[in-house]
């Protein structure tokens, strides 16, 4: 009987000693290449930059931290696991995390900083929804944007400066040319009936060239105006000059459109030419009527049309093409790429400047 029995505890024996051996040769050779793989797993995160938390965004409980998050939050690894995010982000920030599964969002990305640990330091934060297994946890990668909050802030108080220094040469700009407006107002009031005339065209043209840069540094766009503005505050000016205002009717139609620097002085000054041509010549002698104005955007390209109800075109003035002002107003339309059209009408003259609309 002793003897059955130390064969059945040896077979007994036997038998486990051989299912050690084989567990040991099935799992623990893939047990140790996947703690082998974690370890390298560990030790990649641990090198890397950035800092990575990963968290439960129910709770906000930190399950995974690499060294780099541990030094932003100023606390040791070991006490960074099983911790609220809250606990060491801004409680705005954190809530934004933990809304990721509420909004239905895989992903956010917000500026944030570390209260209890690197101050004075702006940090970026990437978190992204991420499955493991049949558990879904969020990773947050932190990076320092620091030095390039510091840049963007140096580039904004640049790009200031420059506006108030460009908002100052476009005020002396502007004042330069009253002045010189105002020596030829000088000049007309010495001098004779001959010369009145030409150095009131003249006037003219400064003066709206000087509107120009007036209207530029009054706005906050400095690389455009609002030519609709621009091109009623010439007319009515023009209109004042030639102390016209109780027998010439103004009527303006004009879409709001913004024009870059480069149209908008060629283009005032067709405008200029033309209301000072009506005002001379079809409307001279006293005789009252109306200018329409019409400025729209048809298909890209603008279309300029005045038109006037005074004595119209005589055969001499449109037949001459040198004349400087129908010559001035054809090489303005050409510098912005335009034409010059004189439409038929019924009464008085029209003039259409047409050109293709600057997108930059």
Do not use: W
């Not at 075109?313 to 034409?339: N, V």
């Amino acid at each position: 009987m002793p003897e059955y029995s130390h064969d059945k505890y040896s077979l007994r024996d036997r038998l486990i000693g051989l299912g050690e051996r084989s567990v040991r040769k099935s799992y623990y050779p893939e047990l140790q290449h996947r703690l082998g793989e974690l370890e390298r797993f560990r030790a990649i995160m641990d090198q890397v930059g950035e800092a990575i938390f990963v968290f439960d965004p129910e709770n906000l409980t930190i399950s995974e931290a690499n060294l780099t998050a541990s030094s932003l939050s100023g606390l040791p690894p070991d006490d960074l696991l099983g911790m609220r995010l809250d606990e060491i982000l801004p409680e705005e920030d954190a809530s934004v995390l933990s809304a990721l599964p509420n909004n239905g969002e895989e992903a956010a990305i917000l500026e944030t900083t570390f209260p209890h640990g690197d101050t004075g330091r702006t940090f970026e934060l990437n978190a992204r929804m991420v499955g493991f297994g049949d558990q879904r946890l969020c990773v947050a990668v932190v990076r320092d944007i620091t030095s390039r909050k510091v840049a963007e802030l140096r580039l904004q108080n640049s790009l200031r400066e420059k506006e108030v220094m460009l908002r100052e040469i476009h005020h002396r700009v502007k004042n330069n040319l009253q002045i010189i407006s105002s020596l030829f107002n000088l000049q007309i009031m010495h001098g004779g009936r001959g010369t009145e005339d030409i150095f009131r065209t003249a006037q003219g043209r400064i003066q709206s060239m000087a509107l120009v840069h007036e209207r530029l540094y009054q706005t906050e766009n400095l690389s455009a105006v609002p030519f609709d503005d621009y091109m009623r505050r010439i007319s009515e000016d023009l209109v004042s000059t030639y102390s016209a205002q109780e027998r010439v009717l103004l009527r303006i139609d004009s879409e709001h459109i913004y024009l870059p620097l480069d149209t908008a002085i060629p283009l005032g000054l067709i405008v200029n030419e033309i209301i000072t041509n009506s005002l001379k010549h079809a409307f001279g002698d006293d005789l009252a009527g109306t200018i329409t104005i019409s400025f729209q955007k048809v298909s890209g390209e603008c279309r300029l049309l005045i038109c006037d109800t005074g004595e119209g075109f005589t055969d001499k003035a449109h037949s001459a093409e040198e004349r400087l002002g129908l010559k001035l107003i054809s090489t303005l339309a050409g510098q912005i790429r335009g034409s010059v059209e004189f439409p038929p009408t019924d009464q008085g003259a029209c003039l259409l400047v047409r050109f293709p609309y600057p997108d930059k």
